[in-house]
């Protein structure tokens, strides 16, 4: 039997010169002595800030060092032929009080020359919004390099981006190369790559507490964008209780929204993959073979690829996205 169990990790806390408070008043995450509180990395393999167990035996151990002891135990089989010992996902809730920089991630191809590092394709679940708050993703037109830099070199930036409505419960899908950003008034969930490579577009002239602009990367994003447009940019689901709605499925990762009212069995013996539970609204314990643990709304756990029978016991219900590698 392994001795791996559901694992919950240790969260991080980052501010930022957009972040708020709702990271401590909306989801009850204390984030201490930080003036506020722009994203919290709930599950991450990143070499600069690796997860640490929080719960359990195995408590204090890194993520890191957890993938190269049990392998594909821990992520699969596939996953770990494919990733090897970094773990493939990032998790994060982002609670955005003001406007974040316009900005796009390279993709695989690119990151890889550049950086040695993975691309960055991600999406969005909006967890609680302000009224009128408003998000980026994509152009509003098609352009290429030389269209697109004719706006931004005079000013007109805005004028080419697709601005869309965002409130709870709506998902964004963002591919490597999208232009995007995260409008004021958001708290969101992100399943991304891992990966931390982000290259600033514009940021609305902003500058930090020492007076200093932050640093803009022009010409790395010139190769980075994808300058097509595109009819949706929403992400278009249909809400059902009590059963699982698939929400997005790329070659990265796959994640649905599971809204249940009550208790229900996972049976997980056909998936390659460890699964990921983000719980976005509710609470539930989580009952398998290796143990039991408790998440509540703002919490996140990782089921390891060696349990495979889960039992989600709730009794006023939950919300969570289940996210996996296919």
Request: glycine fraction near 8%; charge should be negative.
């Amino acid at each position: 039997m392994s001795a791996l169990y559901p694992l919950q990790f240790k969260t991080i806390f980052k501010d930022k010169i957009w972040g708020g408070q709702k990271i401590k008043t909306y989801l009850h995450k204390d984030f201490g002595d930080l003036p506020n509180c722009g994203e919290t990395w709930e599950i991450s393999g990143v070499k600069t800030d690796v997860s640490v167990v929080a719960n359990g035996p195995l408590a204090g151990e890194s993520l890191a060092d957890l993938l190269e002891q049990h392998k594909d135990e821990l992520v699969g089989k596939h996953v770990y032929d494919h990733f090897g010992n970094i773990f493939p996902l990032l998790v994060k809730f982002i609670d955005a009080n003001d406007d974040l920089s316009i900005q796009v991630h390279p993709n695989d191809e690119l990151a890889k020359k550049r950086h040695n590092s993975f691309g960055k394709t991600e999406m969005w679940y909006i967890i609680e919004s302000d009224p009128g708050s408003t998000l980026i993703a994509g152009f509003n037109q098609q352009l290429d390099e030389q269209k697109y830099l004719q706006a931004l070199n005079s000013g007109h930036i805005m004028d080419i981006l697709n601005k869309e409505k965002a409130n709870a419960d709506d998902v964004f899908f963002l591919p490597a190369g999208r232009v995007h950003t995260i409008g004021k008034g958001l708290l969101l969930a992100e399943i991304q790559q891992t990966s931390d490579i982000t290259y600033r577009i514009y940021d609305f002239d902003r500058v930090d507490d020492k007076g200093q602009k932050r640093e803009l990367h022009t010409e790395l994003a010139l190769a980075a964008l994808d300058y097509n447009v595109y009819p949706d940019y929403k992400t278009e689901y249909q809400p059902k209780k009590n059963e699982d709605v698939r929400l997005v499925k790329c070659p990265y990762f796959t994640t649905n929204v599971l809204d249940y009212t009550h208790g229900v069995s996972k049976d997980y013996s056909s998936l390659d993959s460890f699964v990921i539970y983000v719980c976005v609204a509710g609470a539930l314990t989580v009952k398998c073979d290796g143990g039991e643990a408790h998440l509540k709304m703002g919490e996140c756990l990782l089921i390891p690829n060696a349990i495979n029978k889960i039992e989600l016991v709730t009794e006023g219900g939950f919300k969570m996205l289940e996210s996996y590698i296919e």
